[in-house]
């Protein structure tokens, strides 16, 4: 049985408080692990060990050794891809295909691009008339925020944590972690990698535990982080925005989604299927920007929701212990019970179940597991709480329309706006349609290619500033103006 202790200073180290918390396997139920809770005590450990790095060596260190020191840290993870597989799809009951070709690799590369990127960028200049005749010089200087709290979710864990590190560290930085009770294996094991590389101790620190009255709560009031970069469901960014308000952390977040994909008549089908069936049902729906909303031109609807459904009840349900599933659990228990209660609710709304709705029935270990059946809906109205709210399991609610000033207004009919994707082949109207669509991320003919150069975040309740590229350093950086009389 695992054990997950929290990282702090440099040192795996037990919780103060004692308490620990279980962790269960999603694809069987079992008990995998016990994990260390950090109370008070241990996050004010956290965060002064990571404030104390600021001022040592790693706050001293020249910014082209941080940005080498990283590159070997990505160098690292990559070398480690195995371990990070297993412990990653233990947590999450991924199937090893998509820890080993989407997750794991996108942790090396959330390294890379800041340490790259870092490397090359400058700051502004600008040389001005002065009264006097004698001008001046403006010189944009930079320096890191501080300390960090990032506080990441279960649905990449890996992913979605060094998506936020790997930057914050580039800026020079320090962090402190806390991952999802759900998924505490890799941030965990990052740790010693980090010793492996020798990036100083303090500049990473990981705590376990839950969010209100736990690690997450008491990580967003501390007095001596300097900002919180959030991913998680809208309700919590609200909860932890209110939270960090005294002391004015300032906060970065990456919130939910009710993704739309638009389907014209002159789409590639076949492409269109694929895109779909990705953006449905990969990571078993609980990606934040896939698709729950399809809507899709009404002479091509009944064939495109015919091959829709053939495509579902072809996914074959496991975790990584069933040789060839291609669609895993759910994260837990709570969460198969929240998608169960949308399963319920379209039946009562009155909708057409097309495939799917309920539980998979099996007679080996995976009967433990949190499955639920891969779900198409159509013939519920647009205001319905199906169409509006997301829902994060692998379901989605089909509509026709007609013309594209309709397909427009529904799409953008929500109080979400993280991505959308648009099957056309007609590129001009790809261009004029997704120029319309009120959302961060609008993928024409694809779904989550990921340029890590480009923002990346959602307006309205999908977020707040944008990560990616430049749009990072954003976040992660303080400016000064230099002004010198010449
Ligand atoms: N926009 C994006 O890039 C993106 C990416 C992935 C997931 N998400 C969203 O995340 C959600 C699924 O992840 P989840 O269920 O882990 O989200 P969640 O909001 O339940 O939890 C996310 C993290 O916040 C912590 N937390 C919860 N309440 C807190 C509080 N009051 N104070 C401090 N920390 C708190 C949790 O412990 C966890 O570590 C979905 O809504 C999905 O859309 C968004
Ligand atoms: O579930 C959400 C996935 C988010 C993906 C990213 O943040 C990324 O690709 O950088």
């Known amino acids: 049985m695992k054990t997950h202790q929290l990282f702090i200073d440099g040192a795996y180290v037990d919780a103060r408080s004692g308490r620990m918390f279980d962790k269960v396997s999603p694809s069987t139920g079992e008990k995998i692990a016990t994990v260390h809770e950090a109370l008070a005590e241990d996050v004010d450990l956290a965060v002064n060990a990571a404030a104390n790095a600021l001022k040592g060596e790693w706050g001293k260190m020249p910014k082209a050794v941080r940005c080498d020191l990283l590159m070997e840290l990505a160098n690292a993870i990559a070398a480690r891809t195995p371990d990070f597989i297993e412990a990653e799809v233990a947590d999450t009951g991924h199937t090893r295909h998509f820890a080993e070709k989407v997750e794991i690799p996108r942790g090396a590369a959330n390294f890379r691009i800041f340490a790259e990127m870092l490397k090359h960028t400058g700051g502004e200049f600008y040389q001005m008339d002065t009264p006097d005749g004698t001008g001046a010089a403006n010189l944009e200087l930079h320096r890191p925020k501080g300390v960090i709290g990032v506080i990441s979710p279960w649905n990449a864990p890996f992913l979605l944590m060094t998506w936020k590190v790997g930057p914050a560290l580039a800026c020079g930085n320090t962090v402190v972690v806390k991952p999802s009770e759900e998924s505490p294996a890799t941030a965990t094991l990052l740790g010693e990698v980090m010793n492996s590389v020798g990036i100083p101790k303090g500049v990473y620190n990981v705590i376990h535990g839950f969010g209100p009255g736990s690690a997450g709560e008491l990580l967003t009031q501390h007095p001596k982080v300097n900002g919180i970069t959030f991913t ?255």
């Open 232 to 486: 998680g469901e809208t309700r919590t960014g609200e909860a932890i925005m209110k939270q960090a308000a005294v002391g004015l952390r300032d906060v970065s977040f990456e919130l939910g989604g009710k993704n739309p994909a638009i389907i014209f008549a002159d789409a590639d089908m076949d492409k269109a299927i694929e895109v779909t069936m990705r953006s449905v049902f990969a990571n078993t729906g609980q990606v934040c920007l896939g698709t729950e909303r399809i809507y899709v031109e009404r002479p091509v609807f009944d064939e495109y929701v015919s091959r829709l459904k053939a495509g579902a009840e072809a996914l074959k349900q496991g975790g990584p212990e069933t040789p060839g599933a291609t669609i895993g659990p759910l994260i837990s228990d709570e969460h198969r019970q929240k998608v169960l209660s949308y399963y319920a609710k379209a039946r009562e709304l009155g909708a057409t179940v097309i495939t799917g709705g309920g539980v998979p029935d099996f007679d080996d270990a995976r009967q433990g597991g949190f499955f639920v059946e891969p779900t198409i809906w159509t013939g519920l109205p647009e205001d319905s709480a199906i169409v509006k709210e997301e829902i994060f399991g692998p379901c989605c609610h089909v509509t026709p329309f007609d013309t594209e000033e309709e397909v427009i207004a529904m799409a953008n009919d929500t109080t979400y706006g993280l991505s959308a994707t648009i099957l056309t082949e007609n590129l001009s109207r790809a261009h004029r349609v997704g120029g319309q669509i009120e959302a961060g991320l609008i993928w024409v003919n694809s779904w989550f290619l990921r340029d890590l150069r480009t923002s990346f975040g959602g307006s309205k309740s999908s977020g707040i500033g944008r990560e990616g590229g430049v749009h990072s350093l954003e976040f992660y950086t303080e400016r000064s103006n230099l002004c010198i009389k010449l």
